[in-house]
């Protein structure tokens, strides 16, 4: 196990726990007190996964999460000595993964790190032989999680590509919001259903002509005329 986790966090003694704990368990840590230093990080060598801390000096946890999800959905854990139920909706509604609220069990972040690890990493589908789906001028390469419109490939993150796999094997399908929030997100996510709504903003951005409609009321399906 190699994967690079990120600490961000001020407070010396959890820094000294956390990466304990991660790096008995393979992982490879690196461990910063600011996101501003974490940012420099971002830009050079990328984590897999950021354990992040709310309450820093400078830029707060909440700024560096919202600029960090408008480039990648790199799983990220959010730890708060905040435990009022809003900074936890705010903190996943920013795009948080996770959100564990101090003082915590190592054992338990570390749970969770591989949780959330396990819901986020995408092994390739070797009983499919055949991995490409086509939805018009849409096309998916499943197994190497590709994307191609008109012939030329976008980039797109994991849940933007996730949602635009389901769709695509369910084509003309009504999924409701709260069904996509369990298939997306997973089930133990908790935050409101506008994650649904942000996600498939960005992919109408990135895909202007893409027949994705909206269900009134309900939620989402990818139209296929040809079926």
């Given amino acids: 196990m190699n994967d690079h986790i990120g600490v961000v966090e001020d407070d010396a003694n959890i820094q000294n726990i956390v990466s304990a704990y991660l790096k008995k368990e393979g992982f490879h840590v690196t461990v910063m007190e600011s996101a501003e230093e974490a940012w420099e990080l971002w830009e050079t060598m990328r984590p897999d996964m950021w354990i992040l801390d ?11 999460c919202k600029k960090i999800r408008q480039e990648s959905d790199v799983p990220i854990i959010i730890i708060s000595a905040k435990d009022d139920e809003v900074d936890k909706i705010l903190g996943l509604e920013l795009g948080g993964d996770d959100y564990l609220t101090k003082p915590f069990s190592p054992r338990e972040l570390l749970a969770r790190v591989k949780r959330v690890f ?110």
């Fill in 118 to 227: 396990k819901r986020t990493v995408h092994l390739p589908d070797n009983q499919h032989e055949h991995d490409r789906i086509k939805v018009d001028n849409f096309l998916i390469h499943e197994n190497d999680r590709r994307i191609f419109w008109d012939g030329t490939e976008r980039d797109v993150t994991t849940k933007e590509f996730d949602m635009l796999l389901l769709l695509a094997k369910n084509t003309n399908r009504a999924f409701s919001r709260e069904e996509l929030l369990i298939k997306i997100w997973g089930e133990d996510y908790f935050g409101s259903d506008r994650a649904v709504d942000d996600l498939v903003k960005r992919i109408r951005k990135k895909l202007p002509d893409i027949p994705l409609e909206t269900v009134w009321g309900y939620g989402y399906r990818l139209r296929d005329e040809e079926e």
């Fill in 54 to 64: 709310i309450m820093l000096p400078g830029m707060d946890g909440y700024e560096f």
